[in-house]
C-alpha cells in the first residue's frame, strides 16, 4: 500500500491555527474521485485551516477505505462510515454536525462543483454581510457541461418558483448541492432538518428560524469525473416529499405514507388485473377450459395479486425508496422475491390479526378487517425497509 508519510507542514497547520473551514463530502461509491478531490482542496484552500469530512454510507466500491488511506497521509482528512444507512440529505447533515470548525461547506465529491470557489465564498460568510453562500447553476454566468439532462433544467422553473415561496428567499437554484454557511445557524435546529431526499439547502432555508441572507454565485456545473449519478431526476416529486416531510412528517413517516399510497394503488390495480383476467383472459362466465368456477376465479385472482403485487414492488423501488433504489438484473429479482415474501406475511399478519380480534377481541367485523390492513401494512413496511431496501 502506498504510505505516503503525514506531512508535518499539514500537521504544524492544523494544530496551530484554529480550523476555519470544514467540508463535507457525502459519498457513495466515489473511490475514484476523492483522491482528486482532497487534491484540488488543498489547492483551492491554500492560507485557510480546514478539513474534510467525507460521510460514505458503506459504499462497496470501498470508498470509505479509500477514504482512511487518504487520512492517513493528511490529517486533515476524516472520514465517517456510516453502516446501514443510505441518503444524501441525511449524510451532510452528519458530517456538518460532525465538525468543530465555525463554518461548514457542503459539496459533491464527483468534480461537479469547483473547489475554487469555496474561498470567495467563505469570504462572504466571514464578512457578516451574509449567513449563506451557495454556487448555482441558473444564475447570470452559470454554465452546465452535463448534457442530455435537459429536463432536470426544465423542471426547476416551476420547483424554484414553489421553493422561494416556502423559504421566502429568492434563488435562481434552490436544489443546489453546493453551499455553505456559519455553523452556529444550524446547531440549534439541526434536528428539525429532515434527513429525506437530496434538497438539503432548501430544507436549512427552510428550516433556520430567521431569514438568511444568501449570497449567490454562479459556477460551472462540470460534467462528472467517474462513476455515476446516484440521484434522479424527480425533482418536483423529491420537492414534493421534501415539503411533505417537513410539515406532516412527524405525524405519519413519509416513507411510511409512501409506503401506504403505493399499497392502496395495488388494490386498485388488483382489482383491474382481476378484472382484465376474468373478462379478457379467461371469459365465457368466467370458467376457463373445464376448470370450475372457483379455481377459474382462484387462478384469476392469484394472477391479479402477483401483478398488485410485482406493481408495488417497483413503485417502492422508484419512490418510496428511491434513494436505495435496486438496480440491475439480479438485485431486481432478489428484491422482487424477498418483497414477495415479506407480503405473503404481512398477508398473515393481517389476516390473523383480524381473526385475533374479531372472535377473540369481539370488535365489528369492519373495525377488525381494517386494523389487520393496517397491522399487516406496517409489518410489510417494516420488513421490506430491512431486508428489501436495508441496506
Ligand atoms: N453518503 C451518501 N449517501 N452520499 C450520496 C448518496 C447517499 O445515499 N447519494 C449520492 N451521494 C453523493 C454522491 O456520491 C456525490 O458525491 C453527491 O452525493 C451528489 O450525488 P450525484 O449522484 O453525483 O448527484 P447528481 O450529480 O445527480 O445531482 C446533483 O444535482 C442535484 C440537484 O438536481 C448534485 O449537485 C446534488 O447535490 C443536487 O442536489
Ligand atoms: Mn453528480
Not at 120 to 138: C, E, H, I, N, P
Not at 252 to 269: E, S
Request: aromatic fraction near 10%; proline fraction near 4%; include cysteine.
Amino acid at each position: 500500500m502506498d504510505m505516503t508519510p503525514i506531512s508535518l507542514e499539514k500537521t504544524a497547520m492544523a494544530a496551530e491555527r484554529p480550523l476555519e473551514l470544514a467540508v463535507v463530502l457525502p459519498t457513495y461509491n466515489e473511490r475514484k474521485n476523492i483522491g482528486g478531490m482532497v487534491e484540488r482542496l488543498d489547492k483551492a484552500l491554500a492560507g485557510i485551516a480546514w478539513e474534510v469530512v467525507i460521510v460514505d454510507d458503506n459504499s462497496p466500491d470501498g470508498t470509505a477505505d479509500e477514504a482512511r488511506r487518504l487520512a492517513l497521509a493528511d490529517p486533515r482528512v476524516r472520514c465517517i462510515q456510516r453502516i446501514g444507512r443510505r441518503g444524501l440529505a441525511s449524510a451532510a447533515i452528519e458530517g456538518m454536525c460532525s465538525t468543530a470548525a465555525p463554518v461548514v461547506a457542503v459539496m459533491d465529491a464527483d468534480h461537479q462543483h469547483d473547489p475554487e470557489l469555496l474561498p470567495q465564498m467563505l469570504a462572504a460568510v466571514t464578512s457578516g454581510d451574509y449567513d449563506l453562500a451557495y454556487a448555482s447553476r441558473f444564475a447570470e454566468g452559470s454554465s452546465t457541461e452535463e448534457w442530455g439532462r435537459p429536463d432536470r433544467v426544465k423542471a426547476s422553473g416551476f420547483a424554484n418558483r414553489l421553493a422561494n415561496k416556502v423559504t421566502g428567499v429568492e434563488l435562481s437554484d434552490p436544489m443546489s448541492g453546493y453551499f455553505m454557511l456559519r455553523a452556529e445557524l444550524l446547531r440549534g435546529d439541526a434536528h428539525k432538518l429532515s434527513g429525506v431526499g437530496f434538497k438539503i439547502l432548501l430544507d436549512i432555508l427552510a428550516t433556520v428560524e430567521q431569514p438568511l441572507r444568501v449570497k449567490e454565485l454562479p459556477m460551472n456545473f462540470a460534467a462528472r469525473a467517474e462513476g455515476e449519478s446516484k440521484l434522479d431526476q424527480t425533482v418536483i416529486f423529491e420537492f414534493l416529499i421534501g415539503l411533505y416531510d417537513k410539515w406532516l412528517g412527524r405525524i405519519i413517516p413519509t416513507r411510511f405514507a409512501l409506503f401506504g399510497t403505493v399499497g392502496a394503488m395495488g388494490v386498485v390495480v388488483q382489482l383491474g388485473a382481476l378484472w382484465v383476467m376474468l373478462h379478457l383472459v379467461f371469459g365465457e362466465r368466467f370458467v376457463y377450459g373445464n376448470w370450475s368456477e372457483s379455481t377459474t376465479f382462484n387462478v384469476a385472482n392469484t394472477v391479479a395479486a402477483v401483478v398488485a403485487m410485482s406493481f408495488n414492488f417497483v413503485l417502492n423501488n422508484e419512490l418510496t425508496y428511491s434513494d436505495k433504489r435496486l438496480r440491475g438484473f439480479f438485485p431486481l429479482l432478489k428484491g422482487w422475491a424477498q418483497f414477495a415474501l415479506t407480503c405473503a406475511l404481512g398477508l398473515l399478519t393481517n389476516v390473523g390479526s383480524a381473526y385475533v380480534l374479531k372472535t377473540m377481541i369481539g370488535l365489528p367485523a369492519f373495525v377488525a378487517v381494517i386494523a389487520g390492513i393496517v397491522l399487516g401494512s406496517v409489518w410489510n413496511f417494516a420488513l421490506s425497509s430491512k431486508f428489501v431496501w436495508g441496506k
